[in-house]
């Protein structure tokens, strides 16, 4: 700040001197103008803020956890949907369930599988949180209350969320489910049960599928695996992992026997990251700050100089 | 009254005059009884019920909210079409303390004022609808910033501004209590206040875009681009000046006895100053919509319902209006750059909603409608600012008031002095 208060004073002085004789008519105010300068310098304070608001990148991605799911093994038993809700105190799902009805996560269900009837006959898919790399959530939620973990899980911490819900407004999944019937709501969803990461363990889920539909480890490895799984099998897979690129990359990884928009998963969504939507104009943020003040405190004074060079010439006349 | 000048008040007695006179101030000026007060307030009341509800039993009580249409009306229409109408007060205080138009002096102080309560009630029903409104500090005490977020921005340049609107206004509260002193110190900080709240407008205006750009295969294409921003801000500009000139339509009957002659005998030529900006603005607009449309090659859409929705937005209701504000201002025909006014108004209504509710998740099976009680909620926010702003027009300077102290006109006249002497 100081650094600006003494750019703008060299200016004010230089301008002075140009100004020469018709400098007194200004009558310079000298507070005027520091106001106006500490009001700059507020403002490139606030720049700075924003400028080092880039997420930074504690970890390297590749040390990231990932899920992969493989939809040609999961027979659609629901037992992931039972794991979830024990591990997360949440009710237990219904135990029957028409499966003809797609059914979307709720407050108190951050998992469901649905079955979609495709090309290749029924396959089943489960639907949480994707966990982005670079998550919509996180860099919409003005509290930080969603928060992406170094190692990868996206969590929701309840004392600083002010339930605006923009990250619903943000997440290309409709993943962030609000409590619309609580006096005290939150914003649920799968937090991959970042708790039992802590302590060394998988997530519910993946320890509760029966058939390794689900398998935890470092995403990287995944990846690996998954692509493994498509050379070896290349007729069985699609040749894609759906999350590889994403939405800028997602910690769950899809392999599927047919397109995944057959899944109910979105292929339109783009390979970028959706903070990378925001950037330019938060980009733009700092720069109007230092720059408008001064363009207009420029603008005003020149307006005013006008103005008084008219009455003068008036008076003069007169 | 006076508690600053005066040679060694007795404060004692300075308190319980001040006291004296905030009560004799409080007390309402002219009859309860009218149609307008008790409908508001009955308006007010049940909305009271309905908040009570509200925060006993969540927003799902009350709202048609959902987990597809987390925003709504109260965000929709309350906040961003709020905001958008209240941009008259960062355009002219542009005009009058930076570009020295002298001309639009006169309604600076009820525009500052308009905006000033739009920031403070439709910024403020933001609480009704945040879920835990309790945190709505956490983003200003500092213990989390959520800095690469459009709303961390928008939220802070919403108090700032309504900070600087106060300091701007501040001449006018200052005149009112007799505060000599103070009116001077508040005064000399206006320019400072106008710049920086110059500055605030542009991001916020522009911000208020910017959230949705994430929200990027929800909006309908026809309403998302990556120029949102840039839409919401040059819409802003003929919003606010819109208001600004249907308000004072209104003003001017209502509250007659309290207008200026200075402005009485100016309100015809500002209106039409104001309607000559406002239609340039609009033709920027227009411009940059066709841009938009064209470069985002959504011709296919046209032919849809939407589509047809969306050229009615344009032409009804932006086109349009354009073309009476010229008309009026050429023609010197006020009444009809009122009728434009009302018409570029419902316009931004449009824009703001198609936006933000009616084209958000257009694609879903099940559209979002606003509840009665929503509505009730919206139209007491609208109803209780109403009230403030009345209450403090007809007690402070505000449509009549010395615009000699100020600014330019300050400085002029001290020249003048000079040259005088």
């Not at chain 2, 309860?32 to 019920?49: D, H, K, Q, R, Y």
């Not at chain 2, 355009?91 to 739009?118: C, D, S, W």
Request: hydrophobic share 45%.
């Amino acid at each position: 700040m100081t650094g600006l208060c003494h750019v703008t004073q060299r200016g004010e002085g230089r301008a002075k001197q140009e100004s020469g004789g018709e400098e007194k008519g200004f009558r310079m105010k000298r507070r005027d103008w520091l106001k106006t300068v500490c009001a700059t310098g507020g403002a490139t304070l606030a720049a700075t803020g924003l400028r080092a608001a880039e997420p930074a990148e504690a970890q390297p991605v590749s040390d990231r956890v990932g899920v992969l799911v493989d939809t040609t093994k999961c027979i659609g038993c629901r037992m992931c949907e039972f794991a979830c809700a024990r591990a997360n105190d949440l009710p237990e799902p219904e135990q029957q369930i028409d499966r003809a009805v797609r059914r979307d996560t709720t407050p108190d269900q951050w998992t469901v599988v649905n079955r979609y009837e495709t090309e290749q006959g029924v396959v089943y898919r489960k639907q949480q949180c994707m966990h982005c790399l670079q998550p919509a959530c996180a860099s919409a939620c003005l509290t930080k209350a969603m928060y992406r973990t170094p190692d990868g899980p996206v969590i929701w911490r309840e004392s600083k969320c002010m339930g605006c819900r923009f990250c619903m407004v943000s997440c290309p999944f409709d993943v962030p489910k609000f409590e619309y019937d609580s006096p005290v709501p939150k914003i649920q969803k799968c937090q991959l049960c970042w708790s039992r990461l802590q302590e060394g363990e998988q997530p519910a889920c993946v320890a509760g599928c029966p058939t390794g539909a689900l398998k935890f480890g470092k995403r990287r490895d995944l990846l690996d695996e998954a692509r493994d799984r498509i050379y070896h099998a290349p007729d069985k897979y699609v040749h894609h992992v759906y999350g590889e690129g994403e939405v800028g990359g997602t910690t769950w990884l899809y392999l599927s026997p047919v397109p995944f928009d057959q899944l109910g998963l979105r292929t339109d969504i783009g390979n970028t990251a959706f903070p990378t939507y925001t950037r330019e104009f938060l980009y733009a943020v700092p720069l109007v700050l230092t720059l408008a003040p001064p363009f207009l405190l420029a603008l005003s004074r020149a307006s005013r100089a006008r103005e008084v060079a008219e009455e003068e010439g008036e008076g003069g006349e007169a | 009254m006076h508690l600053v000048d005066g040679p060694r008040p007795d404060l004692r007695a300075e308190a319980r005059r001040f006291g004296r006179f905030m009560l004799q101030e409080l007390k309402p000026k002219g009859p309860l009884l009218t149609p307008f007060n008790v409908i508001t307030g009955a308006i007010i009341l049940l909305s009271a019920v309905l908040l009570t509800i509200r925060f006993t039993k969540g927003l799902g009580a009350i709202t048609n909210l959902s987990q597809d249409v987390p925003w709504g009306l109260w965000i929709g229409f309350d906040v961003i079409t709020g905001v958008a109408f209240a941009g008259g007060a960062y355009v002219i205080v542009f005009m009058v303390y930076i570009m020295g138009q002298e001309k639009y002096h006169p309604i600076v102080r009820v525009t500052v004022l308009n905006g000033f309560l739009a920031y403070v009630f439709y910024a403020g029903a933001l609480l009704l609808d945040l879920g835990r409104p309790w945190n709505v500090i956490n983003p200003v005490i500092g213990n989390s910033f959520g800095v690469s977020s459009v709303l961390f921005l928008v939220a802070w340049h919403f108090m700032l501004y309504m900070f600087a609107q106060f300091v701007e206004f501040s001449p006018a509260v200052a005149e009112w209590l007799g505060w000599k002193r103070v009116r001077k110190v508040l005064g000399a900080m206006t320019l400072g206040a106008a710049i920086f709240g110059i500055t605030l407008s542009i991001l916020h205006q522009s911000g208020l875009g910017a959230l949705y750009l994430m929200a990027r295969d929800k909006v309908h294409p026809l309403w998302y681009s990556e120029f949102i921003p840039i839409l919401f801000l040059v819409s802003s500009i003929f919003a606010g000046l819109s208001l600004v000139i249907f308000e004072g339509s209104i003003t001017h009957k209502v509250f007659h006895h309290r207008v200026g002659r200075r402005l009485a005998a100016t309100h015809g030529d500002i209106v039409r100053g104001l309607a000559r900006i406002c239609a340039g603005a609009m033709f920027v607009y227009l411009f940059a919509q066709i841009l938009v449309f064209v470069h985002g090659q959504r011709w296919e859409y046209l032919g849809t319902g939407l589509g047809w929705w969306y050229l009615l937005e344009l032409v009804g209701f932006v086109a349009v209006p354009a073309g009476l504000y010229i008309y009026g201002f050429r023609n010197n025909r006020v009444p009809v750059i009122r009728v434009a006014a009302a018409l570029a108004l419902v316009g931004i209504v449009l824009n703001r909603l198609n936006v933000t509710v009616i084209g958000f998740k257009w694609y879903a099976a099940q559209r979002y409608v606003p509840t009665w009680m929503e509505i009730v909620v919206t139209l007491a926010v609208i109803s209780a600012e109403l009230w403030v702003f009345r209450w403090v027009i007809n007690r402070m300077p505000v449509l009549d008031f010395d615009m000699s102290e100020s600014g330019h006109a300050q400085e002029r006249e001290e020249r003048a002095g000079v040259v005088a002497a």
